[in-house]
T-cell receptor, first 113, second 111 residues
Framework: EADIYQTPRYLVIGTGKKITLECSQT?????MYWYQQDPGMELHLIHYSYGVNSTEKGDLSSESTVSRIRTEHFPLTLESARPSHTSQYLC????????????FGPGTRLLVL | SQQGEEDPQALSIQEGENATMNCSYK?????LQWYRQNSGRGLVHLILIRSNEREKHSGRLRVTLDTSKKSSSLLITASRAADTASYFC???????????FGAGTTVTVRA
């Protein structure tokens, strides 16, 4: 099992609420990623970070934002949740270098009513 | 944009049989990786094959890569019920550290 954690595992919330999905890793990896995955579908990269104070938007446009103040922590925030945000969110981290293995957390399943 | 596409989308086999799935991609790659995802969980790395390699083994897994056809295959031999999962290929391209994942192949192993 990889040392990467996500909380909460499941979240049911009403429209308009602000939410933060937590992701932390104890492997000291500089690179971290957030993916969005609908059931039975591919992963879409929505945010990534190459280190502290570095954040970039991924290939899929997302209304969420991220921050990277500490190496081990990469939270994702939605200021105003909508039903269209219902999905599974996966956090991952990797060592430097191309082709590095990505280590995934267990994911957060978000349902916005 | 999606770089890798797996085929078939779903596969059902009897325990003890072999499972083969394929991945095709569009542009030149540095490496290709295969990951497994159990239902409702994160992905777990299985194996990486570099663009200058043609075949790689890890336990019951065998991966091939044909860069001329821009395709890879993953073979799971002597399947077990615990192999029931979705399998994804992921590629990285020159000068880009990000991975691009396909839609996955869902494998069901019947006891």
């Amino acid at each position: 099992e990889a040392d990467i954690y996500q909380t909460p595992r499941y979240l049911v919330i009403g429209t308009g609420k602000k939410i933060t999905l937590e992701c932390s890793q104890t492997m000291g990896h500089d690179k971290m990623y957030w993916y969005q995955q609908d059931p039975g579908m591919e992963l879409h990269l929505i945010h990534y970070s190459y280190g502290v104070n570095s954040t970039e938007k991924g290939d899929l446009s997302s209304e969420s934002t991220v921050s990277r103040i500490r190496t081990e922590h990469f939270p994702l925030t939605l200021e105003s949740a909508r039903p269209s945000h219902t999905s599974q969110y996966l956090c991952a981290s990797s060592e430097p270098g191309q082709g590095a293995t990505q280590y995934f957390g267990p994911g957060t399943r978000l349902l916005v009513l | 944009s999606q770089q890798g596409e797996e085929d078939p989308q779903a596969l059902s086999i009897q325990e003890g049989e072999n499972a083969t799935m394929n991945c095709s991609y569009k542009t030149s790659i540095n490496n290709l990786q295969w990951y497994r995802q159990n239902s409702g969980r994160g992905l777990v790395h299985l194996i990486l094959i570099r663009s200058n390699e043609r075949e790689k083994h890890s336990g019951r897994l065998r991966v091939t890569l044909d860069t001329s056809k821009k395709s890879s295959s993953l073979l799971i031999t002597a399947s077990r019920a615990a192999d029931t999962a979705s399998y994804f290929c992921a590629t990285d391209v020159p000068n880009d550290y990000k991975l691009s994942f396909g839609a996955g192949t869902t494998v069901t192993v019947r006891a």
